[in-house]
């Protein structure tokens, strides 16, 4: 082979490898076109991509402004969510509540139920301004009339027991019913005012006349007992005929306490031989009214004083609980008239209120103090007429001195209680008192002193003729007043007793010194001076040991001392004779 052919067959090798792939090629080519063509495609995709994008970006933005716009008003009705649930719970009155006022009787489901029924009437009238509220305002009206006239005619019928019949017991009537269901009256005194005013004067007449005819009845069994035992005022010096052997009578005094003699029962009138002295039918009578004077005002302040507002829940249940109209302590004369008696109840005062509270506070003192006057009205007359029959004539002076000291614990009794009313009643009963105790004691103490005077030689107008066994009896009689003074005074100094006392023992005194003094010798005058003083001594030292009272050793000490020396002057005059 020559060398020129070599290149020819190389350039000739390589066309036939290009011809061998020109397919290749050509499909390389259309592949080019073809991406050219996707990536011309891709560009105007990705161009109208962002635009799209934008206008995504822009509805997402106003999106979220609408999410947070969304969860605002979320956060607002949630906030509202409670108090709109309450409103509707409370303005919306069950079916049950509803068909419980409607159609069944008055008894105890009302007292849970009128106070949900009242808390509903007053929701419903604070929010007239609420459609729904002002929708349910017809229907609540409607009950609330229909509660009231059934609550009426239910009152009514409770107090007719106490109309009709005075065996009813009043007491058992008002703390197990009529407190039970002060929650029902105290609905009607804030919702239907009308018909409470209707109840309180329908509850006043009943009571009124319950009381009136027991009282009635009471302070004539007394009166009829006490017509069986006469006794009156006699002067210290008209009772000289009488034994002075007759021990001081400690019982009796015993009526001036509340823990004394039982009370006397109406029915013991029945038994003609029946006695009993005036002033334990004084303290009968008046340990009932006690007794039922304090309850009965208990009752009407808390059953008829009723707040402006509905009470707590706790204050109701402590109000409808029967202890609260009773006492711890317990008197005898629960059973003491016809109807029984009353227990003690504590007061309860309101200090350091404002001036608003204060005025509202005696408004309703005021309120309460009229509701009693117009049922105890009688009793105070019979009260004052029997008090009358017991003091005209005057009784004697230590049944006298003892129904004061009764009257005077019972006023603090009373005050004790909280009864302003009743305690006025009876302090007026106390100054009537006074007044008759201190003549019955100038009488006697002017009765020492004419008789005095008489028996110096002065006229003394019923001509007594005053001996030995004279003077002897009066001490013995001075000495039964003092020690029965002394038993029924509790203070260490009170006036109105020992100013009397002493002027009664310096007319003793000088009793026993002016009769003595008719004697000429001055041994025998001294001996018999000495001889009154003893017997004044032996007395008051028999009497004064149960006494522990600061008086009674005064009283000793001064009549030791005056026979100290009259024993000193016998033995002067003795020795001076006896020197001649």
């Known amino acids: 082979m020559s060398t020129n052919n070599i290149p020819y067959s190389s350039s000739s090798k390589r066309e036939n490898e290009n011809l061998s792939r020109e397919k290749e090629f050509v499909e390389l080519h259309e592949q080019v076109q073809n991406s050219v063509h ?29 999410s947070k716009d969304i969860d605002n008003r979320l956060k607002n009705r949630r906030k509202i969510e409670k108090p709109l649930a309450s409103l509707i719970t409370d303005i919306i009155i069950p079916p049950s509540l509803a068909t419980l006022i409607l159609d069944s009787q008055v008894g105890e489901p009302w007292i849970v139920a009128i106070d949900e029924f009242e808390r509903h009437l007053q929701v419903i009238k604070a929010r007239l301004r609420v459609k729904a509220a002002r929708d349910l305002g017809d229907v609540a009206e409607g009950l609330r009339i229909v509660a009231a ?36 009256f105290a609905f009607l005194k804030r919702q239907a005012a009308p018909v409470a005013h209707e109840l309180q004067r329908s509850y006043v007449g009943a009571a009124r006349v319950y009381y009136e005819t027991g009282f009635r009845r009471y302070a004539r069994s007394l009166g009829v007992i006490k017509a069986r035992t006469t006794e009156r005022f006699d002067l210290i010096v008209q009772e000289l005929e009488k034994s002075d052997d007759i021990p001081l009578d400690i019982e009796r005094l015993s009526n001036a306490q509340f823990d004394g003699p039982s009370v006397t029962l109406s029915y013991m009138a029945d038994d003609k ?34 707040e ?40 309860i005062s309101i200090t350091g209120a404002p001036n608003s509270a204060t005025h509202a506070a005696r408004e309703e003192q005021s309120n309460v103090d ?13 009260v004052q007429i029997f008090v009358k ?140 001076q000495s001889a009154f003083y003893e017997v004044l001594l032996r007395g008051l030292n028999r009497e004064v040991q149960s006494v522990a009272h600061p008086k009674s050793q005064n009283e000793l000490a001064y009549w030791a001392k005056l026979e100290e020396e009259a024993r000193r002057k016998i033995v002067s005059v003795q020795q001076t004779r006896a020197r001649r």
């Open 370 to 382: 009229t509701i009693w006057k117009q049922v105890f009205n009688p009793v105070l007359e019979y």
């Open 149 to 184: 006239t059934k609550l009426r005619v239910f009152f009514l019928a409770l107090f007719q027991p106490i109309r009709n019949s005075v065996t009813t017991n009043m007491q058992v009537m008002q703390t197990s019913v009529l407190i039970k269901y002060r929650p029902l």
């Open 389 to 528: 029959t017991v003091f005209e004539p005057p009784p004697p002076i230590l049944p006298l001195l003892t129904m004061i000291r009764l009257t005077e614990h019972v006023v603090t009794e009373i005050e004790n209680r909280a009864c302003p009313p009743g305690v006025t009643f009876m302090f007026s009963l106390r100054l009537q008192m006074w007044p008759v105790f201190q003549k019955l004691m100038n009488d006697n103490i002017e009765a020492l002193k004419k008789l005095a005077e008489g028996s110096s030689g002065g006229y003394f107008s019923r001509t007594t003729i005053i001996t030995e066994s004279t003077v002897k009896s009066i001490c013995i009689r001075y000495i039964k007043i003092f020690i029965a003074f002394v038993i029924l005074t509790e203070k260490e100094d009170e006036t109105m007793i020992f100013s009397n006392l002493l002027r009664m023992r310096q007319e003793v005194e000088k009793l026993i010194q002016r009769y003595t003094s008719q004697t000429s010798d001055a041994v025998a005058k001294a001996t018999a």
């Open 38 to 66: 996707l990536l011309d495609s891709l560009e105007a995709f990705l161009s109208t991509f962002q635009k799209d994008l934008t206008a995504v970006s822009g509805q997402i933005s106003e999106l979220q402004d609408r």
């Open 308 to 347: 402006s507002t509905l009470p707590t829940l706790d204050s109701q249940k402590s109000l409808l609980s029967p202890s609260t109209l009773l006492s711890p302590m317990e008197r005898q004369s629960n059973s003491g008239s016809d109807y029984g008696g009353r227990n003690k109840v504590e007061s």
């Open 273 to 306: 031989t029946y006695r009993e002295y005036p002033e334990a039918l004084f303290r009968s009578l008046l340990l009932v009214f006690m007794d039922n004077a304090t309850a009965e005002y208990t009752f009407v302040k808390t059953f008829f004083t009723v």
